[in-house]
């Protein structure tokens, strides 16, 4: 399967450059201190009070998420400890984010209601560790004193000044990113281009009729692997051949585990994450949002499509 990398790198370096710009200039016009008063009421909940503008920034950005939460690091205003804890919180609002803008307006028109049910299970995961991850940061952050303030009292300027401060801030930390980054993109680029997913996946097709899958689903798991757009023509395939709902459900679930553990998390977090954080928290934030998601779809999967 062709893939253009160039084209891949040029699109990932302008996104995270677009990033950073909108993250500089919300620092710059006091945007993100402005959020962080009017978001403060989260830290009661169970998040770090400097963190509470993180959940909301998923809803709209995750990359300006990680990038004011990186910056909060280095400066030594929060530990490591309220990292995880606002990351664990922020995978429902990601989770939101990814199926209102990438996958049901693809996925609904193809499926229907499958994609809804697919969705909504997916969901109910991500809302047990939100509950769970606030039960325990509001143990940790019991009798903390928090700032108080009134949003009035801090207002946006959002002028030249500030906009020309901001612009230069995001291009100049941009600069830094690329410079992690291409190294990174350029290691994962050989490894694709000499097999290792290839090999990965002929491994594991012994595994996959183990989980109880046929060959339609096994080749839906395999091609979801590779690029899940491509997979979902199956999907249709299935539903033409009135395959079981569960099993239909298991095959998205452990495609989309299958894509997370063989490639989304070292070919396109991992660079990603390690542009901003050392790598012992970049590890520490990929099993959050990447494998504990991953290990419920493969869990969720087996189980859809063994033992229902």
């Not at 997370?260 to 959050?288: H, S």
């Amino acid at each position: 399967m062709h893939i253009d990398f160039l084209k891949l790198y040029l699109m990932i370096v302008s996104s995270i450059t677009f990033g950073y710009l909108i993250a500089a200039i919300s620092v710059e016009t006091g945007f993100i201190n402005w959020l962080g008063l009017k978001t403060v009421k989260l830290s009661r909940m169970g998040i770090h009070p400097l963190l509470s503008p993180i959940p909301v920034l998923y809803l709209v950005s995750p990359r300006a998420a990680h990038l004011h939460a990186s910056k909060l690091l280095k400066d030594g205003k929060i530990k490591p400890r309220d990292l995880y804890i606002a990351a664990a919180a922020s995978n429902f609002p990601m989770r939101i984010t990814f199926l209102y803008r990438y996958y049901f307006p693809v996925l609904i028109p193809l499926i229907g209601w499958i994609a809804v049910y697919y969705g909504l299970l997916r969901l109910l995961f991500d809302a047990v560790v939100l509950i769970v991850v606030l039960i325990v940061g509001r143990k940790i952050y019991r009798g903390t004193t928090k700032e108080k303030g009134n949003s009035e009292t801090i207002k946006v300027h959002f002028n030249a000044n500030t906009l020309k401060k901001g612009i230069l801030s995001g291009l100049k930390e941009s600069g830094k990113f690329i410079l992690k980054f291409s190294p990174l993109f350029g290691f994962v680029i050989f490894l694709i281009n000499h097999g290792v997913m290839d090999k990965m996946l002929t491994f594991m097709s012994p595994l996959l009729k183990l989980a109880g899958l046929n060959n339609l689903c096994a080749t839906y798991v395999a091609t979801a692997a590779v690029s899940p757009p491509v997979a979902y023509g199956l999907i249709k395939v299935m539903v033409a051949r009135h395959y079981p709902l569960v099993k239909i459900l298991g095959a998205m679930f452990i495609g989309n585990a299958c894509f997370t553990l063989l490639r989304a998390w070292w070919a396109y977090v991992l660079p990603y994450y390690l542009g901003l954080y050392p790598p012992r928290i970049t590890l520490t934030l990929i099993f959050i949002q990447s494998f504990m998601p991953a290990f419920y779809n493969l869990i969720m999967g087996i189980m859809f499509s063994r033992f229902l």
